[in-house]
């Protein structure tokens, strides 16, 4: 089994990854027309909604002591899986 510094500095790559995937999202979908700006402004809510709980998950465990943290990475691997999931659905619809 990986190391917790190991599966922190995974995610914390990931997750930095994954925020500048959903930047350029942002500057593709600003040249779509309206209609298409407000599916991507709901799209773009439930990402950063999932970029919150992904990050969230990271500080609880970077918090968590030996006993705890692979449990905690178990969380922190979902939240990461589902951000990453959302965004590749976003890329398909706005690219």
Known sequence: MASKEALEKKHEAQIEEMKAEMDRLRAKAKQKEADSEIKYKEKMMELEALKDEAESKLNDFKK???????ELGTGLEAATQSLSTAIKSAKQKFE
């Open 64 to 70: 968590s002591g030996k006993d705890a943290w692979t």
